[in-house]
């Protein structure tokens, strides 16, 4: 434990150095830098999905710097430094742990997610169920948090014949809409109730997304060989040769 304290420190004083001398670091905002959190926080899932341990660790350290330097930048203004940042991540980690630091008892995990929601929401003290769920942050994702709140307070369907009724609705209403604005609210009420769909078939829609973009990429990537082993560009290459190739790759992948 004394090295890693010593490690973090070393990464803090670091961080403080590089925003006195850099000129660069010197400049940075919170703002101007908020994206790169994104990106990191990116890079260490697509990590953690190929399990590769050399990435992970990199990208970790990549996004604990973000947390640093966003913390030390806070500490130059005067507002707060990484120090409040721990003590105030121990105090909720205790806080909503009471059956490991407190006198409650549960014995499933289904039983602490649901002891750490109610605590959630003493904390908000009256304000929306769907406080803290940010607003920026993958619709598909959002979606589906919005979804579970509300249906922790019973606003839910009885059955997932219901949910397919409703996806059928708003597939029509889709078909009848006229405008451009009715159609962009169509499309986004189709898309809420499939990521109700896949809720009640409990699959993750931003998971399902992202590998059917993977499988569309895997096969016209080999549209662009074939039309590379031809000499031809895509743009030479008919649309009907483009899909008996699509066609072989789906072969390839069953």
């Not at 059956?99 to 750490?116: A, K, M, P, R, Y």
Request: aromatic letters at 8%; hydrophobic letters at 35%.
């Amino acid at each position: 434990m004394k090295k890693e304290c010593e490690n973090f420190q070393r990464l803090v004083d670091l961080v403080e150095k590089l925003r006195r001398e850099c000129p660069w670091d010197r400049e940075q905002t919170n703002k101007s830098i908020k994206n790169n959190l994104i990106e990191e926080a990116y890079e260490l899932f697509e990590a953690i999905e190929e399990d590769n341990d050399d990435k992970m660790i990199e990208e970790l350290g990549d996004v604990l710097l973000q947390v640093v330097f966003h913390s030390q930048i806070k500490k130059d203004e005067g507002r707060f430094d990484i120090n409040v940042v721990i003590e105030k991540l121990i105090e909720k980690l205790i806080r909503r742990h009471p059956h490991i630091f407190g006198e409650s008892n549960v014995e499933s995990s289904e039983e602490v997610l649901d002891q750490w929601h109610k605590i959630k929401q003493r904390e908000k003290d009256g304000k929306s169920i769907f406080e803290g769920i940010p607003k920026r942050m993958p619709a598909l994702i959002r979606a589906v948090k919005v979804q579970n709140r509300a249906a922790k307070v019973g606003f839910e369907w009885d059955s997932i014949d219901d949910v397919w009724k409703k996806v059928e609705e708003e597939l029509q209403e889709l078909k009848e809409a006229k405008t451009k604005e009715e159609r962009r609210h169509e499309l986004g009420d189709i898309l809420i109730a499939l990521t109700n769909l896949a809720r009640f078939m409990k699959i993750d829609p931003e998971e399902a997304l992202h590998l059917s973009i993977d499988r569309m990429v895997k096969r016209f990537n080999y549209i662009e060989q074939k039309a590379r082993e031809m000499g031809k560009s895509l743009e030479e290459m008919p649309l009907e040769e483009m899909d008996k190739y699509w066609n072989e790759a789906k072969q390839f992948e069953s």
